[in-house]
């Protein structure tokens, strides 16, 4: 009996194998990356739209099209370390107090030391709390989610009582200039840092092992564990580059507003999460995009950026780019599940 | 009487070659429950010996046990002579033990190529960079060789049909077995031409010497591949049977109790 039933769905398959001209066509699009084709259209059909609605708002001059990158920085910083950890099948909910908390120790070791410190208290504690995170699901298999629910939320009150609420300034010049105001070339650092996060974002991800290994962790546990892979070290790695970003992130808002705050990246979770599936990172894992987080990011950026112009108040804002999300995150998933 | 036919019929081959992977005394228990009660079993090169038994038998127990996915609870592995136990996948990998999965063990959004090297990923340069070029050219030339038809090794394995999944999932077997391949029922979803096409394999990686156990539910491709027959019914091992020896009557009563 079960070898009739196996037999017809042999069938299937053969008919299957005709279909070859589909497959053809949708392989060369996966070729090419277009499939994230649909954020690069929402970048600019939203560009067009505020160019020519807030044309008389100076929407369009290049000291509002930096400042949208300016402004973005940070939160691309974030979504980089999100596309590892989505396409492996987990996520982190954690990173924007974790930037908060890089910030405000790398404001603090700054009081009385050297900016080199503060760099890597900062750093430091990104990467410790995102191994933290990485050491629970790993080998405690504990779920990434709950996991860093949990983080989040212990790591925004270790913010508060750091500092008791008070923002904690950061004159050092060397810092501020490497992370803020400072350029390189007449280009502003945060744009360098960006560049360079997502350059080496995209090269680990896109062009080695270990990239390859992310995806097929997320895609099918199982087949990367018997293909040798290592997945509770993967689980541990993504984890562990998602702590990483959000603290080089703390370090651009503490350069950015030469201050830290416990609320810096507060705000961040739902734009860069947004940013990350928009840029057609898949959100049970399998499949992810730097460049088109980078995108998304700025998408997100340039939204807020021209809610503000429009002369939306802050409570209509958030109701718009709220719906706007929903939209493109709809638009994008249906074109994941396809 | 059947374990003194069973005894004589693992001596018979083992004086023609020294056995490649030689179980003995395979137990194994999941908490509570006994997947496998006790196992002997003998594979030698070149040899191909199919594993018969009803659903939950204990057949892909045993398959994952020779792969070093779960560890015996009980019994010996001799892999050419010495004992040996795999702590993973990777280890019995790496003694050229290769396997295709029930379930392909594929990762279905990443290409054919990317999944043919999963794992074990071409490289090139001082930054261990992906030598993808290197990759599809392999994998284009051997997915041509074998015969296994599919529209680009750059297609997802989401857009092949059943078909050509199980292609690629062997293909990737035979690319890198040396010594021994395992095949938890590998023609499960395909129509007559394929299944044919994976015979031919399957004879072809038995040409090069390679030692093969498949599990099948078909008894027609069980008498047109193997040279033996072991049999298993809930986790009890029935018997192993020359293929000449015996017949598709004494095959079913065998796996299903009945007379
Ligand atoms: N990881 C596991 N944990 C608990 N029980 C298991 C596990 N794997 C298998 N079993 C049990 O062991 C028994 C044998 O299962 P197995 O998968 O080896 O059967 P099978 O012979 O391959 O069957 P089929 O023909 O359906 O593939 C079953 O009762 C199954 O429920
Ligand atoms: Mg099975």
């Not at chain 1, 396409?87 to 974790?98: H, K, N, P, Q, V």
């Amino acid at each position: 009996m079960s070898i009739t039933e196996r037999g017809s769905q042999g069938a299937r398959a053969t008919t299957a194998e005709h279909e070859t001209g589909r497959t053809k066509v949708s392989s060369v699009w996966s070729r090419l990356q277009l499939q994230n084709g649909i954020v690069y259209l929402g970048f600019i059909a939203i560009f067009i739209f505020f160019a020519v609605m807030l044309h008389d708002d100076g929407f369009l001059t290049t000291r509002n099209l930096t400042n949208i990158v300016l402004q973005t920085a940070p939160a691309t910083i974030m979504a980089i370390g999100l596309v590892f950890a989505l396409s492996a099948g987990e996520i982190d909910l954690s990173f924007g107090s974790t930037t908060a908390v890089a910030a405000l120790c790398a404001a603090m070791a700054m009081q009385t030391m050297p900016a080199l410190v503060g760099v890597f208290a900062g750093l430091g504690v990104g990467i410790a709390i995102g191994a933290f995170n990485g050491a629970m699901v790993a080998w405690l298999k504990l779920p990434s989610f709950l996991v860093t629910l949990a983080t989040m939320g212990l790591f925004a009150g270790v913010a508060r009582t750091l500092t008791d609420l008070r923002s904690i300034p950061v004159i050092n010049d060397t810092f501020t200039g490497m992370f803020g105001s400072g350029d390189l070339f007449g280009v502003p650092s945060l744009v360098w840092w960006t560049i360079g996060a997502v350059a080496a974002g995209h090269i680990i991800f896109r062009h080695t092992p270990f990239g390859a290994h992310v995806l097929a962790t997320g895609d099918n546990p199982r087949a990367a564990q018997v293909s040798g892979i290592k997945v509770p070290r993967i689980r541990f790695l993504v984890l562990t580059i998602c702590g990483a970003c959000a603290g080089l992130a703390g370090l651009l808002y503490a350069g950015r507003l030469q201050a830290a705050k416990y609320t810096l990246g507060e705000s961040d979770l739902m734009i860069v999460i947004a940013a990350v599936i928009v840029g057609g990172t898949a959100l049970n894992g399998g499949k992810g995009a730097i460049i088109g987080a980078l995108v998304g990011s700025l998408l997100m950026g340039m939204l807020n950026n021209g809610l503000i112009l429009m002369g939306l108040g802050v409570s209509d804002q958030m109701i718009v780019r709220g719906l706007i999300i929903l939209l493109a995150v709809a638009i994008s998933l249906r074109d994941i599940n396809r | 009487m059947s374990t003194m036919m069973e005894q004589s019929t693992q001596t018979a081959h083992s004086d023609a070659s020294p056995p490649l992977l030689s179980l003995n005394g395979i137990h194994k228990a999941f908490g509570g429950i006994v997947a496998i009660e006790e196992l002997s079993l003998d594979l030698h090169p070149g040899e191909i010996v199919a594993l018969v038994g009803d659903n939950g038998a204990g057949k892909s127990t045993l398959v994952k046990i020779i792969s070093g996915v779960h560890r015996p609870t009980a019994g010996t592995i001799r892999l050419e002579g010495r004992e040996t136990s795999f702590a993973d996948a990777s280890a019995a990998r790496a003694h050229g033990i290769e396997v295709v999965y029930q379930d392909l063990a594929l990762a279905d959004q990443q290409t054919v190529y990317m999944n043919m090297f999963l794992g074990r990923e071409l490289t090139h340069g001082p930054l261990r960079l992906l030598d993808r070029r290197r990759m599809i050219k392999d994998t284009e030339a051997l997915v041509q060789e074998l015969d296994v038809r599919i529209p680009s090794v750059r297609a997802t394995i989401r857009d092949l049909s059943g078909g050509q999944r199980q292609g690629v999932a062997i293909a990737r077997a035979t690319r890198w077995a040396s010594k021994l391949v395992l095949l938890d029922e590998p023609t499960a979803a395909l129509g007559v031409a394929e299944t044919a096409k994976v015979e031919k394999l399957i004879l072809a990686l038995k040409a090069r010497n390679i030692a093969i156990l498949i599990i099948s539910h078909s008894l027609d491709q069980v008498f047109r591949l193997s040279d033996r027959i072991c049999v298993l019914r809930r986790g009890q091992q029935i018997g192993i049977r020359r293929t000449s020896e015996t017949d598709k009557n004494e095959t079913v009563s065998m796996i299903t109790g009945l007379h």
